[in-house]
């Protein structure tokens, strides 16, 4: 089998990546530059934000990435992102939804939901929709979510989301990703025909920082572990680069990718758990349902 190519011509594209200053998106973020894209930075700290976007304009030889900051574990500030880019009339080809942290305890968002499912699916549920009407305006456009194999060992505890009754890290996580997928094949259903494709992406092991938002002993091992016996953070961003930029991928739409491959019916699709998974994701981000 050929193996895809990753050295399409992104110039002229617009490509906003979150959680871009640490391994899988930083690494995509510099990839999608060097091949021409002017690429939107999304980041929770400024000064961590600058210092990758004259990286990658060092290393790149482009220019300096706009930024967009947000904490994404805060409504407000998504919601005022997604305003400050509507605003700016820049447009969009490209949303990677990348972000993403592990909760090694319980812990929860000034809204009280738990912090995991809140940043690595929420938010992106939140930041999609309410860029949605953009990449439909810059068509055709992609919509690239990163997921992860670890839900297959999960399962949406829909009357428990924020896991109140029985937390556990992997639970927590893997309930998330699976989340993520859910979301991508009931989008990539309701926007049919609508000039975007969805679309996830499980990268595989990635060395990188992830998990850093814990303090103490546990990520003080952990973390050294991971980023040394783990893939460099270039090499696993391959396939989110393969699936944001191929040609040959610009009508693909609800599909699930890892090392190169499209993967076969991921997911014993349930349409009664995405309806009820995407009404509630409705609720708890406080915005309507999709127009049209």
């Not at 979510?145 to 009357?159: C, F, G, P, Q």
């Not at 040959?248 to 998974?277: I, Q």
């Amino acid at each position: 089998m050929a193996k895809p190519p990753l050295d399409t011509d992104m110039t002229g594209r617009v490509c906003l990546v979150t959680g871009a200053t640490d391994g899988h998106g930083r690494a995509l973020a510099k990839l999608l530059a060097a091949r021409g894209a002017e690429v939107v930075v999304h980041a929770r700290s400024e000064d961590k934000a600058r210092r990758v976007c004259a990286e990658i304009a060092r290393e790149t030889g482009t220019k300096e990435p706009e930024i967009l900051l947000a904490d994404l574990s805060r409504t407000g500030e998504i919601n005022a992102a997604v305003e400050r880019y509507r605003a700016s009339g820049r447009p969009l080809h490209v949303l990677v939804n990348n972000a993403g942290l592990v909760g090694l305890g319980r812990e929860t968002n000034e809204a009280g939901y738990e912090m995991t499912f809140a940043v690595n699916y929420l938010a992106m549920f939140r930041l999609t929709l309410g860029l949605l009407p953009l990449l439909e305006s810059c068509g055709p456009a992609r919509i690239v979510n990163i997921s992860s194999d670890t839900y297959r060992v999960a399962k949406l505890e829909l009357d428990d989301l924020m896991l109140e009754r029985d937390y556990g890290i992997m639970k927590a996580y893997g309930q998330s990703k699976l989340a993520i997928l859910y979301f991508t094949l009931e989008l990539a259903r309701r926007i049919e025909g609508r000039g975007v494709t969805v679309n996830a992406v499980d990268p595989g092991p990635v060395a990188s920082n992830i998990g850093a938002n814990n303090d103490g002993l546990a990520y003080r091992l952990v973390g050294p572990l991971i980023r040394g016996l783990f893939p460099s953070a270039e090499r696993a961003a391959r396939t989110a680069l393969w699936v944001a930029t191929d040609p040959a991928l610009s009508d693909r739409s609800g599909g699930y990718y890892r090392s190169l491959k499209h993967r076969e019916d991921p997911l014993d699709f349930d349409p009664e758990t995405s309806a009820r998974l995407w009404a509630e994701s409705l609720r708890l981000n406080g915005i309507g349902d999709l127009q049209g």
